[in-house]
């Protein structure tokens, strides 16, 4: 299990744990993101800045500190099929 901070774009990880106090809990309750649901990672921002994931169809930017306070746990071949893959050599 990991940070939802430390996730790949493109990929999808499910919600297991929100460590926080009660206003962090209840400011991700308002966004739609509870304990269970399946996030996708749409893009990080550069330099620091929020993370913006899809939860429900919406997307969502959450700052990198609040991203640290959810744990996930990355789903088994969750690669977005839009993200490019890296190609072998010797094909």
């Known amino acids: 299990m990991t940070t939802l901070e430390k996730i790949g774009v493109g990929r ?52 990198r500190g609040v991203a640290r306070k959810v744990t996930v746990r990355e789903d088994a071949g969750s690669q977005d099929a839009a993200t490019p893959r890296p190609r072998r050599e010797g094909r």
């Open 12 to 63: 999808r990880a499910t919600v297991v744990e929100i460590v926080g106090g009660a206003g962090v809990r209840n400011h991700l309750n308002t966004l739609g993101i509870h304990m269970g649901d399946t996030i996708r990672v749409v893009e990080r921002a550069p330099f620091r800045g929020p993370v913006l994931v899809e939860i429900h169809g919406t997307r969502v930017a959450l700052g």
